[in-house]
């Protein structure tokens, strides 16, 4: 297995995607799902079973857990449902965990960093911290979901512990592998 690149271990098609009417994607979102991590893929399972109910209004691209493995939500050519406003302009990555955790598994950051290794190989995205003001894309790039403010829905996820830097100088690094 080539671990320069994501593993997808579960397959969900979310009915909370519609088009991205024409808009490339230019920014790379992370999330925290505020749930657990279960050793194995029934974390994976569960949350994409979630984000797959057209009840639950939301969705992301893919989904990455503590131990390293995805499930795949959305084609990248769609847009996911997962912070409003500037949903068009980006691919999402929900992490299992809280926004209230002091650390990250380096096997879930490892994954996240390979997706936005591979989104900046295949849609031109740089790997960098990313910049946005008033629903506009001011800097192409990589944010967490609190960066984006009340037009990307206010949320707080991944939280301020988040290790924002480790997982782009990682992204970088699987990107000289691609």
């Known amino acids: 297995m080539n671990r320069y690149t994501p593993h997808v271990a579960v397959r969900h098609i979310s ?5 991205r009417g024409g808009v490339k994607p230019s920014l ?8 657990d991590n279960r050793t194995g893929s029934g974390d994976l399972a569960a949350v994409a079973s ?3 109910q057209p009840s ?5 691209h893919v989904i990455v857990d ?8 959305v084609a990248d050519a769609e847009k996911a449902w997962h912070c409003a ?7 999402g990555i929900e992490q299992v965990g809280r926004a209230a955790q002091k650390a990250w598994t380096r096997d879930e950051i490892r994954e ?33 979901h609190m960066d ?29 592998k691609i």
């Open 66 to 73: 503590a131990d390293g493995y995805s499930a795949r939500l």
């Open 28 to 35: 790379i979102v992370l999330h925290s799902t505020e749930s």
């Open 148 to 176: 984006l403010g009340a037009v990307g829905g206010g949320h707080h996820d991944p939280g301020s512990p988040y290790p924002l830097a480790a997982v782009l100088s990682l992204a970088k690094f699987y990107q000289s």
């Open 112 to 144: 996240a960093a390979r997706w936005i290794a591979r989104w900046s190989h295949l849609h031109g995205i740089p790997i960098r911290k990313g910049a946005v003001k008033n629903g506009k894309v001011t800097r192409s790039g990589v944010l967490r």
């Open 85 to 91: 406003g500037y949903n068009s302009q980006s691919l």
């Open 50 to 52: 979630y984000l797959a």
């Open 15 to 19: 009915a909370n995607r519609s088009s």
């Open 56 to 60: 639950t209004q939301a969705s992301a």
